[in-house]
């Protein structure tokens, strides 16, 4: 059941893991690089904007949170600044998701950017936008769940056992392990850090990124895809750059962050459907 449901999980479907990342209240965090951002100036404007639309759903107003995603998209157009429209069109579909309104992402960012051959760029500039206007919290809604991408009517750990024996029908355990640890830990972050536990916050976020990191080296090596036809081990590196750029963008940790959305950005662009 869980190979039909990975195998329906590409192109665009894995392209809008990052955006739909439920928002919370402040997080609690361990350090790195505070209020820092990577957009300045003009650009800057548009994060702002985001910003607070980013407020008002955070407080449910989901049409004044609209707007303002509306109004970044059409600054972005005048400023014809393709990454702030990218990032704007995005944040739409981050709006529509927590507000159980999900649309196609072609209807909130245009098709010429979607196969643009600057798409690497694009995608990884608006990782940053979503870093700037603080979209990673770990109190809110599971971003797994609210893309559907955890089988229905299981629970978290039913989840990542059905994944890890995935892993293991393809003969290997090691990677099967890595993949159990990586949602297990993932889960129990998630409660800690609604339950506001420091100390289990700081107890699982290493392990998500020991795995995370493993699973992302052994698949650095794209001969593991081959005969991969259920796309178990595509949506494991997919999972774990995704995982980890929620647990570094969640800790503020500026450096790791930027490196880890520069690897994404390159695996999507890989993955994007060719026409």
Known sequence: MLSK???????LLALMVFMCVSCASESVRSGGGGDDRFYKGQRAEIVDILRASREEMLNNNFDNAMAKANEAKE?????KDDVMLFSSGSWVMAILVDADK?????DNVPIELLESGNF???YYGSLLVMYDINAFDLRGKDPLDALGFRLSGKTESEFA???AEECKKKGDIK????VDTMFTSYFALLEASKDND???????????????????????DFKIFEGDNEGIFLMSRVYALYLKLVVVGFD???ATYKKTAKKFAEFEALAMPKR
């Open 75 to 79: 600054k972005s157009k005048v400023m």
């Open 102 to 106: 999900p649309r196609s992402f072609i």
């Open 175 to 178: 990677f099967a392990n890595l």
């Open 161 to 163: 056992t059905l994944f």
């Open 5 to 11: 449901r990975v195998m329906s999980l590409t192109g």
């Open 252 to 254: 503020r940790d500026m």
């Open 198 to 220: 420091n100390n289990k916050v700081n107890e699982y976020k290493p392990k998500i990124l020991d795995a995370c990191d493993k699973i992302v080296s052994l698949t650095d």
């Open 120 to 122: 690497e760029s694009l």
